[in-house]
Structure formats: structure tokens, C-alpha cells
């Protein structure tokens, strides 16, 4: 009975040491493409910040500043941009997006979700949400050309009304700790005006017009907020998963502890049963 008890206590130590070999595996992954994430998201935010510049610049410059994109309606529809993961192993991450798209949700007022993530296009299926595109539903292989794809079916389903406000559902990278889940507004657009300086305005020509070309800067500028959205939720999604899979190699390490602790008592049981065997024996 001892020799089967080692035995398998023997086997589960073997089994919880290979566990414990692929969250190692994991942690590292997720620190390594957590860096490059991170480093991406630096990198693009200068040419996001300009466009921004530009639009503000624009709309402070122009006495009769009038854009549909600025244009308040009766919220009758709105649509939902949610960022989440392709797959777990990343603690509560897609589950705190989830909880608090249903959150937002819960108003009433009919909604479309543009989901980015196959944990995203699950969800929307089994709470039978309706899906605007389920074009993007892989996140690891979103790219910039599809953030810029994104804005520009936004934007175009906004200019139409065929929903009357959009806003963008991710999770904002605080530390390697903290995740939070955010929601922003993409349209309409806030006003970006800032009051006029004293002194001299750089004097900057516009063709064929400031309207038109601050129309055309906005899809730009919504996909540049989807894209750093998309940063910020990768980096964090790689954030909950190295803190998720060191975590769980602790545990794996406890475990194997205690299973060796275990093993040794039961090899300890099994040579003092003998040694008694053959005393008795030898006595008789």
C-alpha cells in the first residue's frame, strides 16, 4: 500500500514539474513581448499627438467651425468597440472587459460591438449581441492597416447614422499589477478648440479648405485612438498573463513541496514497516 502511495504521490510530482516548465515558458514570453509592446506604443504616439495638433489647430483657426463629426444626436444606437483576448490563461483579464461591457450595456438602448479578439466574437455570440463585423476578430494579428480599416467603418457608419455615437471598450496597462478596464468616447468628437494667445499666429493655408481637410484628418485621428487602445490592451493582456503564469509556477512550487514532504513520510513509513517485518521475523 505504501510502495503504490509513492508511487503515485512520485507521478504527480513529475506531472505538477512539467506544469511548472510551461507557465515558466509562458512568464518569460509574456515579459519579452511585453517589452516590444510597450516600445511599439512609444513609437507611434508622436505621428497620433501631431494629428491631434492638427485638428485643434484647425478647428481654433476657423471663425465658423461647423463638422458633422461634433454633431450631437438622440443616442438611439450605439456602437462598441471591445478589445479583448484570443485566449485565457491571463487572470481576470477578459473577464473585467466582459463585466464591464455588460455594464454598459445595461441602459437599455440598443447597442453593436465591433468585437477585436476571438474571446470578444464568443462572447457577443452567447449573449446574443449583435456584431457590426467579425472581420477582426483576431487580435494577435491586428495591424495598423486594420486599426486605420476600423476608423473608417466607424466613422462611416457614424456619418450615415447608422448608430449615433461610438466609444471604444479596452484596458488600460497601469503596471505590471494593474489592468483597468476603460471606456472612451470616439464620437462625437469633443471640441479640441483652445483659446487664442496674444501675439503673432503662424499664418497656415489650408487646400482645398480647413473643413474639408479636418474631415479628412479625423478617420485618421479615431484610428489612431483604436490603435493606441489596441497597444494599451496588448500590453495588458501580456501584464495579467506573466503575472497570472507567476502566480501559478508559486503554486506549482508549493505543491511540489508539499508533495515531497509527503513522499519522503510515506518512504519513511515504508522502511520502518520493514525494519519492524524483519525484527518480527528475526524474533520468531
Request: proline content about 4%.
Amino acid at each position: 500500500m505504501a510502495g503504490a502511495s509513492m508511487k503515485d504521490i512520485k507521478l504527480r510530482i513529475k506531472s505538477v514539474q512539467s506544469t511548472m516548465q510551461i507557465t515558466k515558458a509562458m512568464e518569460l514570453v509574456a515579459s519579452s513581448k511585453l517589452r516590444r509592446a510597450k516600445e511599439r506604443q512609444e513609437r507611434s504616439r508622436p505621428y497620433f499627438t501631431e494629428l491631434k495638433e492638427t485638428l485643434s489647430e484647425i478647428e481654433s483657426a476657423t471663425t465658423d467651425f461647423s463638422t458633422p463629426y461634433q454633431i450631437k444626436r438622440a443616442v438611439k444606437k450605439r456602437c462598441i468597440i471591445v478589445i479583448a483576448g484570443d485566449r485565457g490563461l491571463a487572470g481576470g483579464y477578459n473577464a473585467n472587459i466582459f463585466k464591464a461591457l455588460t455594464e454598459s450595456m445595461a441602459d437599455g438602448v440598443p447597442v453593436c460591438v465591433l468585437p477585436i479578439g476571438k474571446r470578444a466574437v464568443d462572447f457577443c455570440v452567447r449573449k446574443h449581441v449583435e456584431i457590426l463585423t467579425a472581420e477582426f476578430a483576431e487580435a494577435a494579428t491586428i495591424s495598423i492597416p486594420d486599426c486605420f480599416a476600423i476608423g473608417n467603418l466607424v466613422t462611416r457608419g457614424y456619418l450615415s447614422e447608422q448608430f449615433d455615437e461610438v466609444s471604444i471598450l479596452y484596458t488600460q496597462f497601469v503596471s505590471m499589477l494593474t489592468q483597468t478596464p476603460r471606456s472612451e468616447n470616439l464620437l462625437p468628437l469633443e471640441s479640441l478648440r483652445r483659446e487664442s494667445k496674444a501675439g503673432v499666429r503662424p499664418l497656415v493655408i489650408y487646400e482645398p479648405s480647413p473643413m474639408e481637410v479636418y474631415n479628412a484628418i479625423v478617420p485618421n485621428y479615431i484610428s489612431g485612438m483604436i490603435y493606441g487602445a489596441m497597444c494599451e490592451s496588448v500590453a495588458s493582456e501580456l501584464g495579467a498573463r506573466r503575472t497570472a503564469m507567476d502566480a501559478a509556477s508559486k503554486n506549482a512550487a508549493e505543491m511540489i513541496d508539499d508533495l515531497s514532504l509527503r513522499y519522503n513520510r510515506a518512504r519513511q513509513g515504508a522502511i520502518t514497516q520493514e525494519i519492524t517485518e524483519i525484527v518480527a521475523g528475526a524474533e520468531h
